[in-house]
């Protein structure tokens, strides 16, 4: 009972405490309200995060309002009665509310829409089909192909519908094996994890993907085939060893996997339109140099011609994730506190970073994210940590010959989408425990060694992309 209280009472007690607090009581010189402010509702929203007193897009939505009515320029009038000095720099209410409508969220938003309706006209379950067909029945294979096909869908749809129908395709299979043969655990883990690890491949494959792009622009900005340059090879060489990982920790008894997928691809104008619509997008995306669009505004592509010509209807549009775009836009609007109050540039400023060797400082913010995405949302543990990675890469100097802040940034990111040692860790895991076939310890043993294993991969490919200049 003591437990549940301090659950919906941590996150209101402690920021008003932080507000009752004399400002120079944080160790940053000159901090002003909007900065206290600041903090007391990132400490509100981590608190929120963590215990889920509320939904978690619930707490998104809130930092927005908080925002407006405590921070922003058109807030409660009592809020900006201080003199300018100690009051602080207010902030544009339309920044604060243009979260809602981010080039960020556009690009999850056309992202949905291409995964409902390659779902709709079962474009993903023929594709599965046909692209399982050439791994055989050997079990070890069969698998391969299984996580393959998962990942590829990942990079492109929600990592939760990804697995929920792979796990559908994946039932009468995992009918076939006893009860004591490790087998069955080796391909109910496979779905979940190569889901998680297929989402780092592209901006839209997760969400950690799209909040860390808000903080890669000007000259250190990524196009989305510049992503999957390094995305997809590490994605490559993840799903191997994780194959690896599972036919060896969990080897099958039987010799041989007969999956029956029924149906064929339809043919009706509205399902060729789809397939024709899939195709040109992705190819946008990945040619943006010679077209000059950037991955925004593709994005919208898909959206316009399915509402158009009523390949997604209004019921369709309620189907959509809108809690996922809601919680995003709660991260970069906790961003845009940070940086446009100045709390980030000063609290980075307070802190001796530059005493710090960077790489300790790389993989120290890199593992800190790890541990947070095994025991929180992907999402919220990038949106909490990128906004101050950010201003620490840009503030840091010596970061420079380790790639500078992009570098930084992406091994934030990385290891953002490779927490998944709980079953509470992703909605992937979760929907993988709930088949009964996996026990917490076995995803445990396997999320712990692929999450360290990820984190020195990708230090080891973003040194090599740093070597080859490709960061600058």
């Known amino acids: 009972m003591i437990k549940k209280q301090l659950k919906y ?22 901090m002003t309200l909007i900065e206290q402010r600041i903090i007391a509702i990132f400490v509100m929203a981590t608190l929120c995060w963590i215990l889920e007193p509320i939904p978690i897009y619930a707490t998104s939505v809130l930092i927005i309002v908080l925002e407006l009515l405590l921070v922003s320029d058109k807030g409660l009038w009592f809020t900006k009665q201080a003199p300018p000095e100690i009051l602080g720099n207010t902030i544009d209410h339309k920044i604060i509310m243009g979260t809602f409508a981010s080039p960020i969220i556009m690009l999850f938003l056309g992202g949905f829409f291409l995964a409902m309706a390659a779902t709709k006209y079962r474009l993903d379950v023929n594709l599965a089909r046909v692209l399982l067909k050439p791994f055989g029945q050997n079990p070890k294979f069969v698998m391969l192909g299984l996580m393959m096909i998962t990942a590829i869908f990942s990079m492109f749809m ?78 490559v060489v993840m799903l191997f060893i994780a194959w690896l990982l599972l036919t060896s920790l969990f080897p099958a008894s039987i010799k041989e996997i007969n ?22 997008t992705i190819l946008l995306w990945l040619m ?63 802190i001796p970073f530059a005493d710090f060797h960077p790489l300790l400082l790389i993989v120290g ?38 790639g500078g802040e992009v570098i930084l940034i992406l091994a934030v990111t990385f290891a953002a989408s490779l927490g998944m040692s709980l079953p509470i860790s992703t909605p992937p895991n979760a929907l993988a425990y709930a088949s009964g076939h996996i026990e917490t310890k076995q995803m445990a043993k396997v999320g712990i060694i692929l999450g360290i294993t990820g984190i020195l991969i990708s230090y080891a490919m973003l040194y090599i992309l740093k070597q080859t200049s490709f960061f600058g």
């Open 158 to 235: 929600s990592n939760t519908a990804t697995t929920a129908m792979m796990l559908s395709i994946l039932t009468p299979v995992l009918a076939l094996f006893s009860k004591k043969d490790l087998g069955r655990v080796a391909f109910a883990l496979s779905v979940p994890v190569a889901a998680n690890i297929g989402g780092i491949g592209t901006p839209i494959g997760t969400p950690p993907n799209a909040v860390a792009l808000k903080y890669l622009v000007n000259e250190n900005s990524i196009s989305f085939g510049g992503w999957m340059v390094f995305g997809v090879p590490f994605v």
């Open 288 to 350: 943006g140099s010679l077209h000059g669009m950037n991955s925004y505004v593709v994005a919208l592509i898909p959206v316009a011609v399915f509402s158009v010509f009523k390949i997604i209807t209004k019921e369709d549009l309620k189907k959509i994730s809108w809690d996922v775009l809601w919680l995003v836009s709660g991260g970069i609007a906790l961003g845009v506190g940070l940086d446009k109050s100045g709390l980030a540039a000063n609290a980075i400023e307070a």
């Open 9 to 30: 009472l941590l996150p209101i007690l402690v920021p008003l405490f932080i507000l009752l607090l004399p400002a120079d009581s944080f160790g940053i010189a000159g």
């Open 365 to 402: 913010a890199s593992v800190l994210c790890l541990l947070m995405a095994n025991f929180m949302s992907h999402t919220a543990s990038a949106n909490l940590l990128l906004p101050l990675v950010a201003a620490l890469g840009a503030s840091m100097h010596s970061l420079l010959p380790y």
């Open 259 to 280: 999956l029956n997928i029924k149906g064929r691809f339809l043919k009706t104008p509205k399902a060729i339109m789809v397939y024709v619509t899939f195709v040109v």
